[in-house]
Each structure stands twice: as structure tokens, then as C-alpha cells.
């Protein structure tokens, strides 16, 4: 099993900041991915990106690719989701996911481990 808690979310104006923390503990030896995947009011959970454990590769959504970044401590088990120029559409909350299985994924079903979620809003 593996737990995962996310932090840093909150209320931010558009063109802000904001950087997103997601903690894992448990068997933190086993998840090969973490991504992160968000979900506004009325939609679907949508992926927004994911970084291999080992060797800090990334995978990004198109919607957030060159304002989001992704990077982990594999010290302190953390992931961390740097999100700049963010717009109201961002709005979401926003969920990290553990997955233990081979070769990434960017589906929900991909991923076995979920954490709560922290909520982030862009005011406009």
C-alpha cells in the first residue's frame, strides 16, 4: 500500500503562482509513476502530468505544457507540481496518483494509488 497526501493548494489570481506538494509514504519503493490528474465542477478527471520515480522522466498534458513543472525528492518521497501563469480554467481539484505497474500511463485507470486532492482556484 502506499499513501499519498497532497498540500499547497489554494485560492490565486490569474497570471499567479502556485506549487503543489504530494507526499507519499507506506511502500514508497514500489510506485514507478506519480502523475498528477485534476477535476473542475461537471467534468471528468483529467490528466495533467506524471514523472517516473527513478529516472525523472516526464510526461505532460498539452494544457499545461511549458506553465506546469513537475520534479521529485526520492529523499523526502515527495513530488512536487510547480503551476505559473495559471488561468481560471485551471480551477480544479487537483489529485496525485501512484502507479506500480510498467510503462506510464494517462488514464485514471492507470494508477492504483490516490490521494485526497487539494483544491485550487484562479480567480480572474
Known amino acids: 500500500q502506499v499513501q499519498l497526501a497532497e498540500s499547497g493548494g489554494g485560492l490565486v489570481q490569474a497570471g499567479g503562482s502556485l506549487r503543489l506538494s504530494c507526499a507519499a509514504s507506506g511502500r514508497t519503493s514500489s510506485p514507478l509513476f506519480i502523475g498528477w490528474f485534476r477535476q473542475a465542477p461537471g467534468k471528468e478527471r483529467e490528466f495533467v502530468v506524471a514523472?517516473?520515480?527513478?529516472?525523472?522522466?516526464?510526461y505532460y498534458g498539452d494544457s499545461v505544457k511549458g506553465r506546469f513543472t513537475i520534479s521529485r525528492d526520492t529523499a523526502k518521497n515527495t513530488v512536487y507540481l510547480q503551476m505559473n501563469s495559471l488561468k481560471p480554467e485551471d480551477t480544479a481539484v487537483y489529485y496525485c496518483?501512484?502507479?506500480?505497474?510498467?510503462?506510464?500511463?494517462?488514464?485514471?485507470?492507470?494508477?492504483?494509488?490516490w490521494g485526497q486532492g487539494t483544491q485550487v482556484t484562479v480567480s480572474s
Open positions: 496518483a501512484a502507479r506500480s505497474r510498467l510503462l506510464a500511463s494517462t488514464t485514471v485507470n492507470g494508477y492504483d494509488y
Open positions: 514523472i517516473t520515480w527513478s529516472s525523472g522522466l516526464t
